[in-house]
Antibody, heavy 118, light 109 residues
Framework: QVQLVESGGGVVQPGRSLRLSCAAS????????MHWVRQAPGKGLEWVAF????????NYADSVKRRFTISRDNSKNTLYLQMNSLRAEDTAVFYC???????????WGQGTTVTVSS | QSALTQPPSASGSPGQSVTISCTGA?????????VSWYQQHPGKAPKLMIY???KRPSGVPDRFSGSKSGNTASLTVSGLQAEDEADYYC?????????FGGGTELTVL
């Protein structure tokens, strides 16, 4: 079945780096754009980044621009989020999601938790 | 990238209808037919309920409907059921970016 599975979350100190992964299965990964969305504890959803199906174009929220990098490996059916210079306010559950029609996210992973704390 | 404005809470009794609004601007909600709605139960991942303002993905009950007027989009849940109790988020395309609403907690009384 169509599935997205995130991994790589954990506890990290402020200023350090972390890389999240999102493994896709059950669909042709290389045909779809992909998003990262996060949710801070007790808060709403926040869009983080988007990458085109072929990786040729990437967009970021202002809050993560120049610190986070979205990438993908279509040969491995995997999406990545490289997070540098992490801050306490980056603490959140991070979801990867598939781009369906017209910027609608039609498939979501279960999320991976990132905690930034000293 | 300002968040879209949603009421923090909404409620209704079983069988009733409830409408949740999502207000943006001409640069986002009003400018594109790219409004989506998501349902999120506690501790779970969001689920797409409506896309392109009013379209339902396969498997979403037709009790859920969407519309838009000017800079405000709306989600209507008809025939409320207990399992509809959840948080609901709208989102919109904003010129190569995406913005979410702050979320609405729907309570079924």
């Amino acid at each position: 079945q169509v599935q997205l599975v995130e991994s790589g979350g954990g506890v990290v100190q402020p200023g350090r780096s972390l890389r999240l992964s999102c493994a896709a299965s059950g669909f042709t990964f290389s045909s779809y754009g992909m998003h990262w969305v996060r949710q801070a504890p007790g808060k709403g959803l926040e869009w983080v980044a988007f990458i085109w199906f072929d990786g040729s174009n990437k967009n970021y929220a202002d809050s993560v621009k120049r610190r986070f990098t979205i990438s993908r490996d279509n040969s491995k059916n995997t999406l990545y989020l490289q997070m540098n210079s992490l801050r306490a306010e980056d603490t959140a559950v991070f979801y990867c999601a598939r781009e369906g029609q017209n910027y609608a996210m039609d498939v979501w992973g279960q999320g991976t938790t990132v905690t930034v704390s000293s | 990238q300002s968040a879209l404005t949603q009421p923090p809470s909404a409620s209704g009794s079983p069988g009733q209808s409830v409408t949740i609004s999502c207000t943006g601007a001409s640069s986002d909600v009003g400018g594109y037919n790219s409004v989506s709605w998501y349902q999120q139960h506690p501790g779970k991942a969001p689920k797409l309920m409506i896309y392109e303002v009013s379209k339902r993905p396969s498997g979403v009950p037709d009790r859920f409907s969407g519309s838009k007027s000017g800079n405000t989009a709306s989600l209507t849940v008809s025939g409320l059921q207990a399992e509809d109790e959840a948080d609901y988020y709208c989102s919109s395309y904003v010129g190569s970016l995406v913005v979410f609403g702050g979320g609405t907690e729907l309570t079924v009384l």
